[in-house]
Nanobody
Framework: QVQLVESGGGLVQPGGSLKLSCATS????????LGWYRQAPGKQRELVAG??????TYADSVKGRFTISGDQAKHTVNLQMDNLKPEDTAVYYC?????????WGQGTQVTVSS
């Protein structure tokens, strides 16, 4: 049973923007704090941004450029990514935060390149 569905990735030039969306069920949205993670080729998966209650956590590398938000009505968690850099290139996933408790979705590829 698919529980997390990521979308919104694509190819963008450096300095550009993308908005990712993670669709969940109402039960997951209401039960878990959720976050965004990414995995670049040859690297470990890392936290990008996450909720703990109403508190938002960001990786140092994305502070001031990325914004996480939740849509209660749609049961989605979004990640607005601005001023993208080539080092942001990765597959982006959502999951529970700070503890990974859910099966990983398929992720969405973000490629930042000129």
């Amino acid at each position: 049973q698919v529980q997390l569905v990521e979308s919104g990735g694509g190819l963008v030039q450096p300095g550009g923007s993308l908005k990712l969306s993670c669709a969940t069920s109402r039960s997951i949205f209401n039960h878990y704090n959720l976050g965004w993670y990414r995995q670049a080729p040859g690297k470990q998966r890392e936290l990008v941004a996450g909720f703990t209650g109403s508190y938002k956590t960001y990786a140092d590398s994305v502070k001031g450029r990325f914004t996480i938000s939740g849509d209660q009505a749609k049961h989605t968690v979004n990640l607005q990514m601005d001023n993208l850099k080539p080092e942001d290139t990765a597959v982006y996933y959502c999951n529970s935060h700070p503890t990974i408790s859910l099966p990983w979705g398929q992720g969405t590829q973000v490629t930042v390149s000129s």
